[in-house]
């Protein structure tokens, strides 16, 4: 069999079978489901997978290559006013068409949609493009962060606590599966052309700016605007009795996503066109590949949302209210912690951020490392949100303290580390946080008579958060290990180590 | 410094799946080889379908290991039974031949580099190739690597691995010799016949060479042991 083949299918399967096994020992020992919602369920697990597989393959093809194309051809700008424009317009588009924006404009009613998402995608861009202008000029992205995020905290307190809540979720939200492979190629693109110490380190971070973005127009918009009760319609299992009723569900939900990531992916391919045209970067062949690749990512997208939205979010919701409704409820905490823990592996970014970071380190922070820490971070947070729903704290005591330790963190530990950090955060909470996470908790604060927009929202804030003080922690272990090695090693040096010695003149 | 100077050395090189890679490292340190190098490469696609289909290159690790010559062929014989390069798609290990060295390096191989592999070896079945290989490298622009692999499979070649890198020279290089404003390049390793060699190079000259879109140059390396091919 094809090795490339075989590589992506068990890596989709690792990555969605674990979460799918969960949800079915949840369903057998603690909440028994109907038969027919199991089938939707195990359907959707299915879509995910092949999906999956699909969109790695169809990223790695299109998505990296034009991204890595648009760095380079970035960091050859002469003029710093082109670069900031270029960023700027990039984030912009690339926003605009992320489909999770269109979600969470819904979840916002008492701002009308369009304004959200222009806010939104404004905020996006003019951070890409400073991410940007920080790598040219060298300012350091601890420095920067540490600037960006008490702005924000600040501004935090000057906004009714409604919008709280959604407004850390969005940073989350928008830097999704179409936007992330892409920001990360560019990264990686920019840093290619470099040779200096630094340039590895300046492959990441552009996504943990990108994320500051909406998070900051949300906010604003909060002053603007009087917050009202969230429209959010859960959607409850479809009953379904025949295979016949499971395949219908499913084929009225399809053509919606196709049309959704239709358009998300139409403003890249365009971009891709334009930047063609203007550079002629790439030959016949690689244009062929991309477009190939472009296919693979619309049909793994269309086939991992629709799966993880009609299959996934009802049984999340249902779960949520039903563990809720427990009179031993606290067991949502380690539930919570034990589907967090596997459900990160199925968001479709991960993989390429892992990736990402594997290669450009050379094997020094390898895939395994990347998962562990992702998973028990997002086990960590997944666990706070459920304690968060069951009690009604506020946020602010989760994501100040939250982001004063990974903001402490980002000025000790290697610069590389702070970057992959900040990155996963964005990384982390994707599709599957909003399908499955949300509604989840959603379930639980309607059973327990919460309020939806400041307890159960949050959730994505909190995936966001903790992997950030996760892998920044791995760098600390990171650090002492090898500043321990470097100590044992200096001692052995002899004074005539770096002579030559030509083994030809010997003979 | 006397003795050390007569001992020869060689450089091997390992191409394998980050798998196998994982186990030849671990073997190499049970067996006291102290300077292990290791980098990302993608082996290159099958056919030109498989290539376009994105089923093509898979993930390559290559370890480099500098080693006393009298260890090269024990190494590559036991990589090639342990790992079992002669497996389709799995790896392939060869030496190169070193001609000069730091002291320290000299100094740490003479020292304490392989005795256990030593003891373990006469028993291994011959894996090494009979025949003479050279190891061509061309040096193309970024995305043209499937070019080149297109060229030398109509010779009969079977794969081939790429490393991507960045061309550093200087401005005359680009001016005066006119080679590509375009700095990054992919390097296509291929082990072949040395019967073959002259050909292989011509051909790859013909279709990637300065002339073409890939800009490329070629350039050929002696091997001294080989196996997995």
Not at chain 1, 104 to 111: G, I, R
Not at chain 1, 318 to 346: D, H, Q, R, T
């Amino acid at each position: 069999m094809n090795l490339k083949l075989k590589e992506k299918i068990r890596e989709s399967l690792s990555a969605v079978l674990p979460i799918t096994g969960i949800v079915l020992m949840i369903s057998i020992f603690l909440i028994p489901m109907e038969l027919g919602s199991i089938v939707m369920f195990l359907t959707g697990a299915m879509m995910l997978i092949v999906g999956m597989g699909f969109f790695q393959l169809g990223a790695e093809m299109s998505m990296t290559p034009i991204g890595e194309g648009v760095g380079v051809q970035i960091s050859k700008l002469k003029k710093l006013i082109t670069v900031l424009l270029t960023g700027f317009i990039m984030g912009v588009i690339i926003t605009i068409s992320e489909p999770d924006l269109q979600i969470l404009a819904n979840q916002v009613p008492s701002v009308p949609n369009m304004v959200l998402i222009i806010t939104v995608a404004l905020g996006v861009g003019l951070f890409l493009a400073l991410a940007l202008v920080r790598i040219r000029y060298k300012i350091s992205l601890s420095v920067l962060l540490i600037i960006c995020y008490t702005a924000l905290i600040l501004r935090s307190f000057f906004v009714p606590k409604e919008f709280l809540a959604v407004a850390f979720d969005s940073g989350g939200v928008t830097t999704g599966p179409m936007t992330v492979p892409f920001i990360m190629a560019v990264g990686v693109g920019l840093a290619s052309v470099r040779s200096d110490k630094n340039s590895a380190d300046d492959s990441f971070g552009l996504v943990a700016l990108s994320s500051i973005g909406p998070i900051l127009a949300v906010l604003i918009l909060g002053c603007f605007y009087k917050p009202t009760q969230a429209a959010y319609v859960l959607e409850d299992v479809e009953t379904v009795v025949t295979t016949q009723d499971v395949a219908r569900v499913f084929a009225q939900g399809l053509p919606l996503y196709a049309r959704e990531v239709l358009v998300a992916l139409l403003p890249i391919i365009v971009v891709f066109f334009i930047f063609q045209m203007l550079t002629g970067r790439y030959h016949k062949r690689q244009i062929q590949r991309i477009l190939i690749g472009f296919l693979y990512t619309y049909i793994g997208l269309v086939l991992f949302l629709c799966g993880a939205n009609v299959g996934f979010a009802p049984v999340g919701a249902y779960l949520g209210k039903k563990l809720a409704g427990l009179s031993f409820n606290w067991i949502l905490l380690p539930i919570g912690a034990l589907i967090g823990y596997y459900i990160v592996k199925a968001e479709p970014a991960i993989q390429v951020l892992n990736h990402q970071a594997e290669t450009v380190t050379d094997g020094a922070i390898s895939v395994k490392m990347m998962d562990r820490c992702m998973s028990i971070g997002v086990a960590a947070s997944v666990a706070l949100a459920m304690l968060r729903v069951l009690t009604g704290v506020s946020i602010h005591w989760f994501v100040i303290p939250g982001y004063f330790i990974a903001l402490i963190l980002s000025r000790i530990v290697p610069d590389i580390f702070i970057g992959i950090g900040f990155d996963s955060g964005g990384v982390a909470s994707g599709p599957m946080t909003s399908t499955f996470l949300l509604p989840l908790s959603i379930g639980v604060c309607e059973a327990l008579g919460g309020n939806l927009m400041t307890d159960a929202f949050g959730v994505v804030a909190l995936v966001a958060l903790t992997p950030l003080i996760a892998i920044q922690l791995m760098g600390l272990v990171y650090k002492r290990k090898t500043a321990k090695r470097t100590q044992t090693e200096r001692a052995v040096i002899a004074d005539d180590c770096d002579m030559i010695i030509d083994l030809e003149e010997g003979e | 410094m006397e003795k050390e100077k007569k001992v020869s050395f060689q450089l091997l090189v390992l191409i394998a799946t980050p798998k196998l890679a994982d186990q030849a490292a671990e073997m190499f340190r049970k067996g006291a080889l102290p300077l292990q190098y290791r980098f990302h490469a993608e082996g290159t696609a099958t056919s030109e379908i498989m290539d376009l289909l994105g089923l093509g290159n898979i993930d390559k690790s290559v370890l480099i290991s500098m080693i006393p010559k009298n260890l090269s062929e024990i190494l590559i014989n036991k990589l090639n039974s342990e790992l079992q390069l002669n497996r389709a798609n799995s790896g392939i290990a060869f030496t190169v031949p070193l001609n000069g060295a730091n002291n320290l390096i000299l100094r740490i191989l003479a020292r304490n580099t392989g005795k256990e592999l030593l003891n373990i070896a006469g028993k291994e079945e011959n894996g090494m190739s009979e025949t003479k290989y050279t190891l061509v490298a061309a040096i193309v622009n970024r995305g043209f690597s499937e070019e080149v692999m297109e060229v030398v499979r109509a010779e009969g070649v079977k794969g081939g691995t790429v490393i991507r890198s960045r061309r550093i020279g200087n401005k005359e290089a680009t001016s005066f010799w006119g080679l590509s404003v375009q700095d990054e390049k992919e390097i296509v390793l291929i082990l072949v016949e040395s019967s073959n060699k002259v050909n292989l190079m011509k051909c790859i000259g013909e279709k990637c060479g300065m002339h073409s879109e890939a800009q490329g140059i070629v350039m050929s390396l002696p091997i001294d042991s080989v196996a997995g091919i």
